[in-house]
């Protein structure tokens, strides 16, 4: 956590990310429209937004895939591999 928060030297930026996105509109019904092969990955333990989230959005995108990976909300090194394999296996099976 302490490698994240030093990739930015403004200690804000977490809150102002925050702040966009409660001030974004909703785009629900544009995320209903996608119709392309869509694979939403979620983290098992994403403290900033909780499973539901991923499994709503999964629900919300006709036809996606959701695939649940032992990590939190970030993706970090020990991560990135299993990340990138599923992103992988997932283009492979949607050509």
Do not use: N, W
Request: proline content about 6%; aromatic content about 4%; charged content about 20%.
């Amino acid at each position: 956590m302490r490698q994240a928060a030093g990739r930015s030297p403004e200690p804000l930026a977490a809150f102002h990310h925050a702040a966009a996105v409660l001030a974004a509109p909703d785009r629900l019904q544009l995320v209903k429209s996608i119709c392309a092969p869509t694979l939403v990955l979620h983290g098992s333990t994403d403290r900033c937004l909780p499973l539901d989230h991923g499994e709503y959005l999964a629900r919300a995108i006709p036809g996606a895939t959701l695939r649940v990976l032992a990590m939190g909300h970030m993706v970090f090194s020990d991560s990135a591999v299993r990340v990138a394999d599923e992103v992988a296996s997932f283009l492979a099976e949607s050509t």
